[in-house]
């Protein structure tokens, strides 16, 4: 094998195949679990879901997890659940995702709430918060977070109302992330995997969105105050 089909490897532009994998193991002489391991990354390997990885994280979960700790701004719509980044432990456990399955949702929202420069604006469907996701009590808790949120100076969560016309954000959540060397990437989250879009012409678009839900979302007060009617009724439940 050459330097050059070595280096790509290292660099993530490209997989190696089973048979190279066995016959690197032979060369630097990595037997035993290790060496089962090893392949068993390399037969995992699918054009769909890119490696497993021995961590059980995809390639593509990885490089989510790479463009969200880059980013100088992060904007994420979230019609139907609380996103990773606001979860509670008790919420979390509730629910599970390819991009934050194995890395720690807490290790991931103290990055970004230690990073005072980083950005965070929330857009949130009520389905979110009227389904009782884990019970009354991990409800409870979850809107308790939201609120704190709310008193961040880095965070913003404002909530979208049913109701409204037709938005091309109704085909589903993303996170729009902004980074100072490029034109950003859009982050799609699916059952056991995840898509990062960077094509310019398909960030604006998501752009666009961004835009419409800005101007359909309630105020960061009128949030706080439905917020609390919820927290309210929770109380009682």
Same mark, same amino acid.
């Given at each position: 094998m050459s330097h050059a089909t070595v280096s790509r490897?290292?660099?993530?532009?490209?997989?190696p195949t089973v048979d190279q994998t066995k016959a690197l193991a032979d060369s630097l002489g990595i037997t035993g679990q290790a060496r089962a391991d090893l392949l068993?990354?390399?037969?995992?390997?699918?054009?769909?879901?890119?490696?497993r990885g021995?961590?059980?994280?995809?390639?593509?979960?990885?490089?989510?997890?790479?463009?969200?700790h880059r980013a100088t701004a992060i904007v994420e719509w979230s019609p139907l659940r609380i996103p990773d980044l606001l979860q509670t432990d008790a919420y979390a456990r509730r629910v599970t995702d390819e991009t934050s399955g194995v890395t720690s949702k807490a290790e991931? /929202?103290? +990055? #970004?709430?230690?990073?005072?420069?980083?950005?965070?604006?929330?857009f949130l469907g009520l389905p979110a918060l009227t389904w009782r996701v884990g019970g009354a009590n991990v409800m409870t808790q979850q809107v308790e977070r939201l609120i704190d949120t709310l008193d961040r100076q880095s965070a913003v969560v404002?909530?979208?109302?049913?109701?409204?016309?037709w938005h091309d954000g109704r085909l589903g959540g993303f996170v729009l992330y902004d980074r100072e060397d490029d034109d950003g990437a859009v982050l799609i989250q699916h059952l056991g995997a995840a898509t990062v879009l960077t094509d310019r012409e398909l960030v604006r678009r998501y752009r666009r969105v961004q835009a419409?839900?800005? /101007?359909? +979302? #309630?105020?960061?007060e009128e949030t706080r105050q439905r917020l609390d009617a919820l927290l309210r009724e929770l109380s009682t439940a």
């Amino acid at each position: 094998m050459s330097h050059a089909t070595v280096s790509r490897w290292l660099d993530g532009t490209l997989l190696p195949t089973v048979d190279q994998t066995k016959a690197l193991a032979d060369s630097l002489g990595i037997t035993g679990q290790a060496r089962a391991d090893l392949l068993q990354v390399a037969e995992w390997v699918n054009p769909n879901r890119g490696t497993r990885g021995l961590f059980g994280i995809s390639d593509r979960a990885a490089d989510a997890l790479k463009v969200e700790h880059r980013a100088t701004a992060i904007v994420e719509w979230s019609p139907l659940r609380i996103p990773d980044l606001l979860q509670t432990d008790a919420y979390a456990r509730r629910v599970t995702d390819e991009t934050s399955g194995v890395t720690s949702k807490a290790e991931r /929202q103290k +990055a #970004l709430f230690e990073d005072t420069r980083k950005k965070y604006e929330v857009f949130l469907g009520l389905p979110a918060l009227t389904w009782r996701v884990g019970g009354a009590n991990v409800m409870t808790q979850q809107v308790e977070r939201l609120i704190d949120t709310l008193d961040r100076q880095s965070a913003v969560v404002r909530l979208v109302p049913d109701g409204s016309d037709w938005h091309d954000g109704r085909l589903g959540g993303f996170v729009l992330y902004d980074r100072e060397d490029d034109d950003g990437a859009v982050l799609i989250q699916h059952l056991g995997a995840a898509t990062v879009l960077t094509d310019r012409e398909l960030v604006r678009r998501y752009r666009r969105v961004q835009a419409e839900l800005e /101007q359909l +979302a #309630l105020t960061a007060e009128e949030t706080r105050q439905r917020l609390d009617a919820l927290l309210r009724e929770l109380s009682t439940a």
